[in-house]
């Protein structure tokens, strides 16, 4: 597998996992209370999708440490940033959230951070 592979298979499982458990977080929804916290942590806890989340959260570890193996964490590492452009944007495309200008540029320079950095080795 192409190293790069790797990373981009991390960052898959990951906005993975993020995306699974916002949409059922949505079915669970938390209420007032420690009573009502509790049951939403079971249910969530309990729930398939979110095991799957899970699940891809783990997986996506796995296939950190096979990058990190061939690329080097100084290289590696930066590029797991993309997560922070990518889990807005899911969250924008899947759940109609919206993402404010100042954090588009956020986004923007993250980007140019992770470039710049890739560039450099």
Do not use: C, N
């Not at 939403?40 to 296939?63: E, H």
């Amino acid at each position: 597998m192409d190293k790069l592979t790797w990373i981009l298979v991390t960052l898959g499982l990951s906005l993975y996992g993020q995306l699974i458990m916002k949409w059922r977080a949505g079915f669970h929804g938390v209420a007032v209370g420690e009573d009502s916290r509790v049951a939403y942590l079971v249910g969530m806890l309990l729930d398939p999708w979110v095991l799957s989340g899970l699940g891809g959260a783990f997986l996506a570890s796995i296939t950190y440490m096979l990058a990190i193996e061939k690329l080097g964490l100084a290289y590696a590492y930066p590029l797991m940033a993309i997560s922070f452009v990518l889990v807005p944007l899911g969250a924008m495309f899947f759940f109609g959230e919206r993402i404010p200008m100042l954090q588009v540029a956020g986004l923007i320079l993250i980007v140019t951070g992770v470039t710049f950095s890739a560039m450099s080795s």
